[in-house]
Nanobody, 125 residues
Framework: QVQLVESGGGSVQAGGSLRLSCAAS????????MAWFRQAPGKEREGVAC???????KYADSVKGRFTISKDNAKNTLYLQMNSLKPEDTAMYYC???????????????????WGQGTQVTVSS
């Protein structure tokens, strides 16, 4: 069983930065496929970024060049560095993990069995 706890959300002005963290327990993050998802009010949940290991990453087109996903396996923690934030980035952000799968396919956002409770990100214009 994998437990995930997100932190780091908050309110920021457009153009600002935030770093989200997701602490994993119950399994080594080095063996996990991990990802960030987000869901804005009235919209479907969308995959933001995915990582299995260094070089095995995938980003949504809407965040490429602005967001960076990374893992610190020594701390069993997943990160999402978000720069140049826009009002349309406002959403609840969720950490997800699974013990199998790839980030490099077109269906990378499917098949995550473990989810955190979410952390809110609000970007004002």
């Amino acid at each position: 069983q994998v437990q995930l706890v997100e932190s780091g959300g908050g309110s920021v002005q457009a153009g600002g930065s935030l770093r989200l963290s997701c602490a994993a327990s119950g399994y080594s993050s080095s063996s996990l496929r991990m990802a960030w998802f987000r869901q804005a009010p009235g919209k479907e949940r969308e995959g933001v970024a995915c990582i299995r290991w260094i070089g095995h990453t995938k980003y949504a087109d809407s965040v490429k060049g602005r967001f960076t996903i990374s893992k610190d396996n020594a701390k069993n923690t997943l990160y999402l560095q978000m720069n140049s934030l826009k009002p349309e980035d406002t959403a609840m952000y969720y950490c997800a993990a699974d013990v199998s799968g790839t980030c490099l396919s077109g269906t990378w956002s499917a098949g995550f069995g473990y989810w955190g409770q979410g952390t809110q990100v609000t970007v004002s214009s």
